[in-house]
């Protein structure tokens, strides 16, 4: 069966490093090219192998429009600006374009959902297994607890990180009022600072840590008088992320245009 052809925006980045030793270690996948924003170091400079330093043959160029007519699907791990034009490429050349970028606007969010009239869309805040097992239970322990369990979401990630909270407690959050039926937006508390006064009733809250070099942190906890649940997943390396996103791109040939996420993927979707 041919390969498919996987693009990387964003090739110099953490993930976009992690994603080219990825690409090259799965026999289905071929790593057709590498681009980076304008004025970047890596720009011109030859794709390495990251672990063995073998040379791909490709160079790191700024031609997103190039790279995304010559692959089947392209792997964005960037930032929200250069997502949305990353997706406006995708539905001008039919492109699958697989999302891991975080901290979208509502705006943006839309943007690519306009894109995936034309072209296949797959979105996820977080592309790991364990993680998308993890949105599940939370879903289902949020639809069997009653608000005598206030839920509470908390983060840790590396320093470096630039959005808050992360888009994997974000989707936690979405999950846990989904099990309860209600909606996030208006039953959240994102931030707490000085006389808050007592917790509201109902409400989910967010709890944000930064520091050193941790991967991805992610704990859910259904807090009651006397009683706690405490579901946790923690990331070691990036490579998890990574192996969701190229199985994502796997997935994603021949498909029908639409917008996707990794529960169509690992056949987790309701
Ligand atoms: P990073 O800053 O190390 O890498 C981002 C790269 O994108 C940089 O090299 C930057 O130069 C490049 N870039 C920016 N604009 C570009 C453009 N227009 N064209 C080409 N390249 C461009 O960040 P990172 O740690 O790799 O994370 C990137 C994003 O992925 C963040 O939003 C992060 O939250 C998210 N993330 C998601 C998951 C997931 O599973 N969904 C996992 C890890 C990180």
């Given at each position: 069966m041919a390969k498919t052809r996987i693009g990387i925006?964003?090739?110099?980045?953490?993930?976009?490093?992690?994603?080219?030793r990825e690409i090259l270690a799965t026999d289905a996948a071929m790593l057709i090219g590498g681009t980076e924003q304008p004025?970047?170091?890596a720009v011109g400079k030859p794709i390495l192998d990251p672990e063995s330093h073998v040379d791909t043959g490709l160079l790191v160029t700024t031609?997103?429009?190039?790279?995304?007519?010559?692959?089947?699907?392209?792997?964005?791990?960037?930032?929200?600006?250069?997502t949305v034009y990353h997706a406006h490429l995708a539905s001008q050349t039919k492109t699958a374009l697989i999302i891991g970028t975080t901290g979208l606007s509502a705006a943006q969010s839309a943007d690519l959902k306009t894109a995936s009239e034309r072209t296949v869309i797959?979105?996820?805040?977080?592309?790991?297994?364990?993680?998308?097992?993890?949105?599940a239970l939370t879903e289902e322990v949020a639809r069997r607890l009653n608000e005598d369990f206030d839920i509470e979401i908390l983060e840790m990630h590396h320093r470096l990180k630039v959005d808050a909270p992360s888009g994997t407690a974000v989707a936690l959050g979405q999950a846990a009022a989904a099990g309860r039926g209600v909606d996030l937006a208006q039953?959240?508390?994102?931030?707490?600072?000085?006389?808050?006064?007592?917790?509201?009733r109902g409400h989910i809250g967010f709890a944000t840590l930064r520091g050193g070099n941790v991967?991805?942190?992610h704990t859910v906890i259904f807090a009651a008088d006397n009683e706690r649940i405490e579901l946790t997943h923690k990331a070691a390396d990036r490579a998890i992320f990574a192996r969701g996103a190229v199985a994502a791109a796997l997935w994603s040939k021949d498909r029908a245009p639409g917008y996707y996420g990794m529960a169509d993927v690992l056949g987790f979707a309701r």
């Amino acid at each position: 069966m041919a390969k498919t052809r996987i693009g990387i925006v964003g090739c110099a980045g953490r993930m976009g490093r992690t994603l080219i030793r990825e690409i090259l270690a799965t026999d289905a996948a071929m790593l057709i090219g590498g681009t980076e924003q304008p004025g970047h170091a890596a720009v011109g400079k030859p794709i390495l192998d990251p672990e063995s330093h073998v040379d791909t043959g490709l160079l790191v160029t700024t031609d997103a429009l190039a790279m995304f007519e010559a692959a089947d699907a392209v792997i964005d791990f960037t930032c929200p600006t250069a997502t949305v034009y990353h997706a406006h490429l995708a539905s001008q050349t039919k492109t699958a374009l697989i999302i891991g970028t975080t901290g979208l606007s509502a705006a943006q969010s839309a943007d690519l959902k306009t894109a995936s009239e034309r072209t296949v869309i797959l979105q996820a805040a977080n592309f790991s297994l364990g993680v998308n097992l993890l949105l599940a239970l939370t879903e289902e322990v949020a639809r069997r607890l009653n608000e005598d369990f206030d839920i509470e979401i908390l983060e840790m990630h590396h320093r470096l990180k630039v959005d808050a909270p992360s888009g994997t407690a974000v989707a936690l959050g979405q999950a846990a009022a989904a099990g309860r039926g209600v909606d996030l937006a208006q039953n959240s508390d994102r931030v707490r600072d000085g006389i808050t006064g007592a917790r509201q009733r109902g409400h989910i809250g967010f709890a944000t840590l930064r520091g050193g070099n941790v991967v991805g942190d992610h704990t859910v906890i259904f807090a009651a008088d006397n009683e706690r649940i405490e579901l946790t997943h923690k990331a070691a390396d990036r490579a998890i992320f990574a192996r969701g996103a190229v199985a994502a791109a796997l997935w994603s040939k021949d498909r029908a245009p639409g917008y996707y996420g990794m529960a169509d993927v690992l056949g987790f979707a309701r």
